[in-house]
């Protein structure tokens, strides 16, 4: 902006101890364009690093990491958890929570299996999947704005009440799903897995929208500062509700996938997930305080996660360590995240 | 310089970044005297508080306490040392009595092992009697207590470990004329009890009532240190303002600006006998380009009638017309559709404190209108928040450094900005000045003429009787949930004040 009145410096009561903006002015402005950019990605670019650290460390030990099949492995494994928590980075920046994803996954499998026994073919069924996750996360959302509940407890709720609906309507036992779904989850385009093709893309369209579109913003503002949020004239309770939305639908295509790739639906397909989700989330640098996050570092977070656990396969070591590991590293990025905000950055 | 205060700064420097916040600044708080501390909006008047009280450790330069050099890890480390602040906007737990707040610190310097709600009101009732406090009750939850009332609780909370330096930080920025008062009188008698008060503030009319000495900073340096007497309130804004800027009165548009009729065109709102929580039987109209104001005290129940008008409330009865259209809105959002906007008071209300200055402009125009996957258009959003910019001259180094990083009088424009993204038709501005320094206060009292010329209607909820005067064409005071004048643009703050108070029956009554 146009520099002041002399008479008027710009000095704030309170600077934040980052360099001054004065610095930046000097910049040419490729530079400054680059400068830009590492600051608004500062925390996605801290996971990237980590991730190629570890890769290198654990490639050295065992060069059979990089070869091409690994890596695809790794983000194949990566898949199913990424697309749903890819959606719930939409709820944790609202400032929510959706502890309901993983039942979420297990129930829209099986909505799509069962779909396809009452002869829909496979495209149909996956958009009746997500019109059952949708509905979820309508509902979840609904209790949360109109009822406000607490979404811990709301979303706490629905986990345990989608994953007996689940068992209740299969009797407990695995619904098949017919050859012509395989070839969302188990075939590949060249040497690249279709579910690897869906992240990405997932990815992509989902940070689009939070980046670009008035909807996405609105989720962050809420997420900032609910009340500055509805006293400026956002649609608060719809806004939360869409988030909800996208997680319920999110985890409808996950579950869908997770179907496909195991050739059949399980009433628990996705239980012990949401841990791995939120922690996707929460390591790719998305704030539990809400208002701040984004989608390619929920894809960076999760995609370490699938590092560390194909380093516990390549490196034959013992799998419960990597329970622990992965508690360890949720609660590192909670701390670098809390340290972020007292920094000001 | 005096020398052996209650508490001395020596040479104070502090350092953000490259900004010198503070710079080598002597600072003496003598004991049984109130100093005022003068500045504009980045001065260093709250860095050097924060210096002093253990928020911030200083870069250079020391700190004596009764002639005893001192260091500060913390701000706990400054309490037990004796040292008191009360901040502008208290951190309360909301759901926690007025009374456990006060005895919060019973928490942390634990006395006994218990804590009995009971004997807690009474003794609460007791300390605020003491300091003139007997309409609050001390069992009320903190939730329900509004603006002025929490200020004196804070104060109270502070007083509880019998401080001997008191710093309060704009304390009555908030507070209408009466509870300014009360909060001097409790400060005289502390100063008579021998503790050493620092009032940072801005209203220097009241600063000359109550301080025996005056302190005034720029650019983080000190630039006066005198006796009240010895530095007249002329001489203080010169320093405060810089030369430059003391030359030009500061209400030099006033005559323009009211000239300004719109009796002809039709009102944007219309309040016909509206009643609802915190006021009753309301009737008022808005026009086009005129600047309504509505005065009373702290708590008066102005704030309340504007938020139910914008949907974040509900009316109990009555009718309300805007644009001449019987409405209802059932959420802000509803009232930004309709081309109402609402700037609270309290910046912690209103700012999106993680995101950038651009963010926080732009989220004004998310609501009107705007279906929520239409993708933002960048070009045209962009060139608005430059316009809006321009036209507040808002001091930022660039749309995209954080919005937490501006100064209050710059977040303050940045929440005008976004109001105004959404293109009203009525701005409702509740009291927008609080807390802002002099010459950023003209600015917005100009900016607010502006929009009002460019037939935008204002309603302008403020406690300071002076800016109201200045300002509105018409001023409607509320006491107790009701409005008891209608007053004109002749009317005096004499008026203004009096009618505040319930004193319906006075000269400059239009009804």
Redesign the interface.
Known sequence: MEPPVATTPPLDEQPVPTPPPAGAEVMSPPLRRVRGLLQGWGSELVVAAVIVVLSVLIGLAQPVFFSTENLLNIIQSVAVVGIAAIGATFIVISANLDLSVGSTISLCGLVCAIAMQHGLSFVPAIGVALLAGAGVGLVNGLIVTIGRVNSFIVTLGMMSAIEGLALLITGGHPEPMPDSTAWLGQSNVGPVPISVIALLGITAGAQLFLSYTIAGKRITAIGDNYRAAYLSGIPVRTTTVLSFIIGGATAAFAGVLQASSLANAQPNAGAGMVLTIVAGVIIGGTSLMGGRGSVIGTLLGATLLGVMSNAFVLLALNPEIQVISVGAVVIAAALFDQWRLRRGG | MQTGGLLDGRGLTKR????T?LNEVDFTVQQGKVTALLG????????LV?CMSGAHRPDDGALLVNGLPVRFRSPDDARRAGIAVVHQEPQMLEAQTVAANIYLSQLAYRRSWTWSAGSLNERAARHLRSLGIDDLDPGRPMSTVAGAQRQLVEIARALIQQPSVLFLDEPNASLGEEETHRLFAVVRELRDRGVGVVLVSHRLREVYELCDHIVVMR??FKVADDAASALPIRDAVRFI??E??ALHPVASTRASSKSRRADDEAPVLELEHVSGPGFRDVSLSIRPGEIVGMAGLVGAGRTEIALAV?G?ARFTSGRMLVAGRPERFR???D???RGI??V?EGRR???????SVE?NV???M???R???????R?NEANRRVREL??QL??????????A?????G?QQKLLFA??LG?RPRLLILDEPTHGIDV?VKSETHELIRELAAEGIAIWFISSEAEEIIELAQRTLVVHQGRIVAELSAEASIGDVVTSSFGEVEHAGAMR
């Open positions: 953000f970044g490259g900004v916040a504009e909006n980045g001065a260093g008047k709250s860095t924060a650019d983080g303002m810089g430059e800027k914008i974040a959420s802000p959002a009232a930004v559709r906007s609402f609270p209300d209103a700012v999106f404190y993680g995101q963010f732009r989220a004004g998310w609501g009107r705007t279906p929520g996957v239409r993708r933002l960048a910019f321009a001259s808002v001091k930022a180094a660039s749309p995209r450094v954080g937490s990083t501006l100064s209050g710059n976004r109001a959404s010459g």
